[in-house]
């Protein structure tokens, strides 16, 4: 079987392994606060060109959106999010079980627009009865989105301007950052996303870690007092090096991004393979995520030998299917599963 289902599927990258049994037997301070953890933050600051920012070192996405987003909120709000929103439909409620709900609006393929964010926020105060409802206290996207798609930047820099307008920080999901970045359709830079939100975290299980992501404060007002948060949220790791390392190796020489390149490169080869033998998209994508509407028929025989997810039913003899590259996702697995496709 091989496995097109996920961008997680494989351990970690060669370079992580290597660092980390090097630095196996080493006695370093525990909770993030050693010099494995210090150095993947000094690399973060400068990849990212802002010095002025804080770097944690989280286990896993949902810990990471749960954390960040509990830490920002007042008990009686909510986080703005698009009804596919990861929050909203992959984390069993783990933001409602921290006591906020999650507001979620409609996304054009994935995405959410600044007008929908203005709309959202003067229907809440232009409501007479507002203070009897969730009142929106922050917003949340993810670039690339859970459809694949990716935020250009003038996109972001209107979402922004609209979330500072009415005092909504903006958390940026980056669990597949890198992918994103990597896409020959992104215009956005390391540095953008550093002065167009208020935090965002880089992917690190999804793209080349054993496990863990880097979240990224900007805003001051948001730093104080996260490591409290992390704590009581069980976020904090004991051997927090084990983050730092796998980070420190992933920057290094520019590997993380090398990586995304290449797991975008095998899904447009997979993409276009689709679009060549007659099938429709259900979305446009131009990351590591493509998903091809396949006749049901297509779906099974395609299913004896790989691995891939149902997203959607189209229609009674159709649904749209989801196929992931990843990091580790080998030329020649791509090259037979396009040489398997068969024609529409």
């Given amino acids: 079987m091989i496995r097109f289902e996920c961008d997680y599927a494989e351990g970690a990258h060669p370079k992580v392994l290597e660092l980390m049994n ?49 830490s ?48 959202i926020y003067r229907n809440h105060v232009g409501d007479e009865n507002h203070e009897h409802i969730v009142q929106p206290g922050m917003v949340y996207i993810s670039n690339p989105t859970e459809c694949g798609t990716i935020y250009k930047k003038k996109e972001l820099s209107e979402i922004y301007e609209a979330c500072k307008n009415y005092g909504l920080p903006l958390f940026i999901d980056g669990a597949r950052l890198g992918y994103g970045l990597a896409s020959s359709e992104n215009d956005i830079t390391m540095e953008d996303m550093a002065r167009m939100c208020d935090v965002f975290y880089i992917g690190g299980t999804k793209q080349g870690a054993l496990f863990g992501e880097a979240v990224v404060i900007m805003n001051d007002a948001l730093k104080k007092n996260f490591r409290y948060m992390m704590k009581q949220e069980g976020a904090m790791l004991a051997k927090g090096r084990l983050l730092g390392i796998q980070f420190a190796a992933l920057l290094e020489n520019n590997l993380y991004f090398e990586l995304s390149k290449k797991a975008d490169r095998l899904a447009m080869e997979i993409k ?73």
């Avoid at 690399?43 to 959106?65: P, R, S, W």
């Avoid at 009804?83 to 409602?96: F, L």
């Avoid at 999650?102 to 203005?118: C, E, F, Y």
């Fill in 72 to 119: 920002i909120l007042k008990p009686y709000q909510g986080v703005v999010c698009v009804d596919t929103g990861h929050i909203n439909v992959h984390e069993t409620g783990a933001v409602e079980a921290t006591g906020h709900k999650v507001l979620a609006v409609p996304g054009h393929d994935g995405k959410m627009s600044a007008s929908q964010i203005r709309e």
């Fill in 272 to 344: 276009e393979a689709f679009l060549d033998k007659g099938y429709e998209l259900f979305v446009e994508s131009d990351t590591n995520q493509q998903f091809p509407i396949l006749p049901h028929r297509i779906m099974a025989a395609l299913g004896v030998d790989y691995a891939f997810c149902f997203w959607e039913k189209v229609d009674e003899g159709h649904s749209a299917v989801r196929f992931c590259t990843s990091w580790a996702t080998k030329e020649e697995d791509v090259k037979q599963l396009i040489e398997d496709i068969p024609e529409k």
């Fill in 22 to 70: 090097k630095t196996n037997m080493e006695q370093t301070a525990g909770y993030g606060m050693d010099e494995y953890c210090q150095k993947a933050e000094r690399m973060i600051k400068d990849i990212c060109n802002y010095e002025n920012l804080d770097v944690h070192f989280l286990m896993g996405g949902t810990q990471a959106n749960k954390t960040v987003i509990a």
